[in-house]
């Protein structure tokens, strides 16, 4: 008896060291998505949401289905990714090559697209750069429209129409020689696209 209510014990403290383990913080490097202007107005070139949603998919899935189609403009936004130190020591960061590719992940309205952007890039591999944050200090990435990926605009993402949406990012930093090094991940911001 006094083996099982000590085992029992253990698997107790041991559950509670795991979930604890579990809400420590990702890192001394967090992600933010700010969302510089968070009211858009629907554009859907003069098609009604539903018509402008059907084409969206119309496209995406010629592209899934390996036709070359070129995909619309994807909507302008004012976002910032904000990447911060949250320790009490310096810490630098390599942002910007290449292998640092952001995500965004849009949800909610009347639906949402992605699809590949069909722009071209350059073959050479682009290297990270250094940046060094102070305790407690941010870079900003500025975003001027949805779009993500390699290089910031290998994919085109879309809201179909008048709705409440919730945008989330994520950010892969690198190290020095443009492995990868962690991810990292956003709170969702509350997008309205109005009529």
């Known amino acids: 008896m006094k083996v099982l209510v000590l085992a029992v014990a253990v698997l107790l403290v041991l559950t509670a060291a795991v979930s604890a383990e579990d809400k420590k913080p ?19 070139g003069g098609k ?7 084409e969206l ?27 911060t130190n949250t320790s009490k020591e310096e810490v630098t960061i390599y942002v910007g090559g290449d292998s640092n590719v952001f995500t965004f992940d849009l949800t ?9 952007s069909g722009l071209a890039f350059t073959a050479d591999f682009r290297l990270p ?8 200090k941010s870079h900003e ?24 949406y919730k945008l989330s ?13 962690t991810e990292l ?6 997008i309205t696209v109005e009529k």
């Open 169 to 181: 990012a994520k950010y892969q930093l690198s190290d020095k020689d443009g492995g990868k090094g």
């Open 141 to 164: 990435i500025p975003v001027k429209q949805l779009s993500d990926g390699s290089r910031g605009s290998s994919r085109f993402v879309y809201w179909t129409g008048p709705g409440e």
């Open 129 to 136: 750069n250094a940046v060094t944050l102070a305790a407690g």
């Open 26 to 44: 990702a890192g001394p490097i967090t992600l933010t998505l700010v969302a510089k202007t968070d009211k858009y107005k629907f554009d859907g």
């Open 48 to 54: 009604t949401a539903d018509e402008y949603k059907k």
């Open 57 to 83: 998919e119309a496209i995406a899935k010629k592209q899934a289905d390996g036709e070359a189609v070129r995909s619309p403009k994807p909507p302008a936004v004012d976002l910032v990714l904000k990447i």
């Open 108 to 116: 909610g309205g009347p639906g949402t697209v992605a699809m590949n």
């Open 185 to 190: 991940t956003s709170e969702p911001v509350k």
